[in-house]
């Protein structure tokens, strides 16, 4: 029964004492709360664990646990899921804020899949545009949603059985910081082993993004990533729009190519417009979707998106580029492990 299913919230903490403080008060103000809560400071260099020192004070359901040197998220998580004295884990960021209804709907729902999912609320929690783009265009893709299959354990708001997690030995440790793409690689291997896995819009956190140009360099860094894990696996992921983004990042890079070329030949100018509506075609909704609720915000949300889709487009290029000149450790050690 419902009642029965406990659950350990479990927090990977470096270098956040701006944000901890907030993430786990927004806890504590859900209409349900978790049995534990356990903080994993992953040797930060600020005073996060100071912070958490003085949050233990006030709630008695937290529990700190303390590695001695940086692991990355991967490796705290996996720390913390083994102290973990519940029957269900809850993983969140240390740079959100979780809606109060999150854990509430979790626990009415775990028994009925292995591994739950959750979304990004549609506002950040940091002001800007880019902090705006990212979250508003992930939640329009997902919040007209049913409950559906999944194949991405995104860990800044997800929950699984404990029994399975730990029989799929966690998080692939291989998984240094810097390298961000532990969540993907797991949902794929929760889904391989058969196990359920769906995304539920209902479970929300607010997150923290990161401003222009970080956000620019990480979408280039992880669809490099994802380009070379990609070509191990070849196949798309089940995420709403994977593919359709792909398609429109990678469109809108040979528009703006062949427009270069667009004085010397006529016939390049038309080739650049046919590229260019299938970016739009797929943008398009989402940007009457920003003018009908934020109009004022349109002009600056178009040029991050223009901005972003090249970003990833050459991201994707330079994964496949790694991957050709037998440069990629992500490819040829999870190549390996699947001949």
Wanted: one cysteine or more.
């Amino acid at each position: 029964m419902e009642v029965n299913n406990t659950i350990s919230l479990v927090i990977p903490c470096f270098n956040c004492e701006n944000t901890i403080t907030n993430c786990i008060k927004s806890i504590y103000n859900g209409e349900v709360l978790p049995q534990e809560i356990i903080a994993v400071n992953d040797n930060s260099t600020d005073n996060t664990l100071k912070t958490l020192v003085k949050l233990k004070s006030q709630f008695r359901e937290l529990k700190i646990l303390n590695t001695s040197e940086n692991l990355g998220p991967a490796k705290a998580r996996n720390v913390g899921a083994k102290q973990a004295k519940c029957d269900f884990l809850f993983f969140v960021d240390s740079d959100t804020e979780l809606d109060k209804k999150t854990i509430k709907i979790f626990k009415k729902n775990c028994n009925k899949y292995d591994a739950i999912v959750g979304i990004y609320k549609e506002l950040p929690l940091n002001s800007g545009y880019a902090p705006f783009y990212k979250s508003s265009f992930y939640f329009y893709l997902f919040k007209n949603q049913e409950v559906i299959t999944y194949d991405q354990f995104s860990a800044s708001c997800a929950g699984i059985n404990k029994k399975v997690f730990l029989d799929l030995k966690g998080y692939d440790e291989w998984f240094k910081p810097g390298c961000d793409l532990e969540n993907e690689e797991f949902g794929h291997r929760i889904v391989e082993n058969n196990h359920s896995m769906v995304l539920m819009p209902e479970i929300q956190v607010a997150h923290h993004f990161p401003y222009f140009f970080k956000m620019i360099k990480t979408f280039f860094l992880r669809t490099s990533l994802w380009m070379e894990m990609f070509l191990v696996r070849k196949k798309f992921s089940s995420a709403a729009g994977t593919a359709g983004m792909g398609s429109a990042c990678v469109s809108l890079s040979i528009s703006l190519f062949t427009l270069f070329f667009a004085y010397f030949n006529y016939l390049f100018l038309i080739v650049s417009a046919l590229f260019l509506v299938v970016f739009l075609k797929f943008h398009f909704p989402f940007y009457y979707y920003i003018i009908k609720n934020y109009n004022f915000k349109i002009f600056g949300i178009i040029f991050i998106s223009i901005v972003s889709s090249n970003a990833i487009s050459l991201g994707a290029f330079w994964g496949l580029l790694k991957v050709v000149l037998n440069q990629s450790d992500l490819y040829n050690r999870f190549k390996n492990i699947k001949n």
